[in-house]
């Protein structure tokens, strides 16, 4: 996959990751987007480095979409932890 299929499942993965998580965002769309791309990088790299899975060349494999997901919740619930507001007001 080329760097801009991996832009698009980034976008696409930050999308379905608000979808699970709903609420509101600090960064708001522009910021979930950017963390989408950048938890599909992630989890990508992740899935390639440390499951023995490697990257496939297929734009439509499962565990290539399962982990790019997975990537962008884990990097929306840690930017929500750190830039989130207070449960306060």
Same mark, same amino acid.
Not at 2 to 15: D, E, F, K, N
């Given at each position: 996959? &080329? ?5 698009? /499942?980034?976008? !696409? %993965? *930050? =999308?379905?990751?608000?979808?699970? $998580?709903?609420?509101?965002?600090? &960064? ?5 987007? /950017?963390?989408? !791309? %950048? *938890? =599909?990088?992630?989890?990508?790299? $992740? ?43």
């Amino acid at each position: 996959m &080329g760097i801009i299929s991996w832009i698009v /499942l980034g976008l !696409i %993965a *930050g =999308a379905v990751a608000k979808v699970l $998580l709903p609420g509101r965002d600090p &960064g708001g769309l522009i910021g979930t987007t /950017l963390i989408g !791309i %950048a *938890g =599909a990088f992630i989890g990508g790299w $992740l899935s390639a480095e440390f499951l023995d899975r490697p990257i496939a060349k297929d734009f439509y494999d499962a565990t290539t979409w399962v982990s790019a997901i997975g990537g962008a919740l884990v990097l929306l619930i840690a930017y929500r932890l750190l830039f989130g507001h207070s449960r306060s007001r």
